[in-house]
């Protein structure tokens, strides 16, 4: 009898970035690993705008966003996936998890959560409905380690969180919900980003579990830093991107990343720059503790 090998899942990475403010270094660091290490892998690397949070939108950002990572010759393999128009499929996933019994409203106000942002007054036996209520999650628990493929083997935190918010009582789907789902609609098997999420993972673990699917591979680049040892972003002061430097923003992040941007391949054009890179690439170190 002839033996088959199941087939290997084509690589899916994603760069997903939210619409409150215009790239930075930080962000164009992140965008930039992403997209080698999809194309080193030879598979797709798909854009997602998050913009499920409108109070925090800036305007005019998700336009900025798309044409600075054009003007640095990011192209993703998709059309931009807005997640606005994804919330009938957070609406559903509540729904379920609802009528499984997982998902309850919760009307703990915030000044009486705990430290870990729990809930605190046993809200899932109190039936109660959504106006004005976070929905939560009561997540599992168990086999939440994970082996990044930078940071190695993660234990999952000590400490209990189970349960998280699904649907935040101001009416707009949380991010762990929002980046779940998406990430699982668009088959999404390989995330590479900041290191700030690194313990965000669990989590995310923890949803995959519940809704039965397969958590894609991790690798949490060391994000880049400003002056003072602060993560760059926007709040931290960091300065938007000028397309006209794309070489100049693209040999800076490929620094960052651990890459030699001295040879005169990487001293010409962009495009020639992310090829140079290609051809050199390999996952950045972790960050010492
Ligand atoms: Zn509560």
């Known amino acids: ?69 054009a003007a640095h010759g990011l192209k993703s393999a998709n059309d931009t996936i807005w997640q606005h128009n994804n919330w009938d499929q957070y609406r559903a996933v509540c729904l379920k998890l609802l009528n499984t019994g997982h998902a309850f409203y919760c009307q703990c106000p915030r000044r009486h959560q705990d430290e870990l942002g729990r809930c605190v007054d046993d809200c899932k036996r109190r039936d109660l409905e959504a106006p004005g209520n976070n929905l939560r999650v009561t997540l599992p628990t168990k086999n939440l380690d994970f082996a990044d493929r930078i940071y190695g083997l993660v234990p999952a935190p000590t400490h209990n969180f189970d349960n998280a918010i699904l649907w935040r009582r101001d009416d707009l789907p949380a991010y762990l919900l929002a980046v779940v789902v998406d990430d699982i609609d668009s088959d999404i098997n390989h995330i590479v980003r900041g290191d700030d999420l690194l313990h965000e993972t669990h989590r995310q673990l923890a949803l995959y579990q519940l809704l039965g699917k397969a958590a894609p591979k991790y690798a949490h680049i060391p994000v880049v830093l400003n002056a003072e040892g602060k993560k760059l972003s926007k709040q931290t002061g960091a300065q938007g991107l000028d397309n006209t430097q794309a070489l100049w923003n693209l040999q800076r992040a490929a620094q960052h990343l651990g890459l030699d941007v001295s040879p005169h391949e990487a001293q010409n054009h962009p495009l020639a720059l992310l090829e140079y890179a290609l051809q050199h690439w390999r996952l950045p170190s972790a960050r010492l503790q």
Do not use: K
């Open 1 to 69: 009898m002839r033996e088959t090998t199941p087939p290997v899942a084509r690589y899916r990475g994603r760069f997903a970035p939210s619409p409150t403010g215009p790239l930075h270094l930080g962000s164009l660091t992140a965008a930039l690993a992403s997209y080698l290490d999809a194309q080193h892998h030879n598979g797709d690397w798909l854009l997602r705008l998050e913009d499920i949070d409108p109070p925090r939108e800036v305007e005019g950002a998700a336009t900025g966003i798309l044409n600075c990572l």
